[in-house]
């Protein structure tokens, strides 16, 4: 009796731990995350995929959610978006995430956010 011999083939949902350069954040399909959605396609290297119950936003590197701008295309004064009602809208995100007065800024990797963290990046020698 001859022993056969099965190859598995690679799987494509392998892991892979090589920084992608991304950074992102999902939003309920209601009518907020549209218009957010709405105002974040038009940003560079900014990708917006609407699905059936939620709107994902991804993007290279950085990108900065602009309350005015989001208030402004709600049809309402500025200030009236805030980090508060992004949160509310936002489901869930990638990257680091760091809330301003005026806007939300999403980073893909730490290093770029330490300066607004208050992060030194200098090693120390012990």
Known sequence: MTEQR?????????????ASNMCGFTLMNNQVGVVVAEVMRDKPNVT????????RVDALNRMDVVYDEVSEALGEEPGYFDAAQFEESMSTHYGRM???????IMFANPEDAAEYIGFDLTAESR
Do not use: C, G, Q, Y
Not at 6 to 18: H, L, Y
Not at 48 to 53: D, G, R
Not at 98 to 104: K, L, S, V
């Open 98 to 104: 760091i809330h301003e007065d005026d806007r939300t």
């Open 48 to 55: 917006v995929t609407p699905l059936p119950s939620m709107i």
């Open 6 to 18: 099965f190859k598995t083939a690679e799987s494509p949902f392998k892991s892979d731990n090589t």
